[in-house]
C-alpha cells in the first residue's frame, strides 16, 4: 500500500511540475529556441524535479529500498501518467490519437520517450546513487 501511494504522489508533484512547464514551453520557448531544444531545456528541469521530487517520496513515505519496491514505486506513477498524459493530448491540446503516436517519431518526441522511461526508475536509480554515495563515504 505504501508503494501505491509513494506513485501516486510522486505522479502528483511531477503532474504539476510538467502543468507549469508546458505552456512555458508551447508558448515562450518554443517560438524562441525551437520544439527540440524547447524539449530538452524541459527536460532538464524534468530531471531535477524527478530527482529531488522521488527521493522526498521515497523518505517521506518510507518505501523499501530494494529494487522491487523503487520499481514499482516508478510503474505506479507511469501506470497513471500514461492516461492522463493521453487525456490531455486528445481532450486539451486536441490532438488526434494517430498523430500524437506519430510525434514520437521526431527528436524531440524520443526526447519525451525517453523521459517516461526516465520518471518510471528515477526512484531506482535515486536510491541506487544515494547507496552508492554513502557506500564511499563509510
Known sequence: MRVLKAGAVYFIF??????????????WAVPHFGRLTSVLLEAVIM??????????????????L???????????????????ELAGVV?????????????????????????????AVMPTLITRADRSCLGEIS
Open 47 to 64: 530531471l531535477i524535479a524527478m530527482a529531488v521530487s522521488s527521493r522526498w517520496v521515497i523518505g517521506r513515505f518510507r518505501v523499501k
Open 14 to 27: 511531477m503532474f504539476g511540475v510538467g502543468w507549469i512547464l508546458g505552456p512555458i514551453r508551447e508558448l
Open 91 to 119: 481532450w486539451v491540446r486536441r490532438l488526434p490519437f494517430p498523430e500524437y503516436l506519430a510525434s514520437f517519431a521526431t527528436g524531440s518526441g524520443l526526447v519525451s520517450l525517453l523521459m517516461f522511461l526516465l520518471f
Open 66 to 84: 530494494t529494487f522491487g519496491s523503487t520499481i514499482s514505486m516508478g510503474l505506479v506513477a507511469l501506470g497513471i501518467l500514461v492516461p492522463a
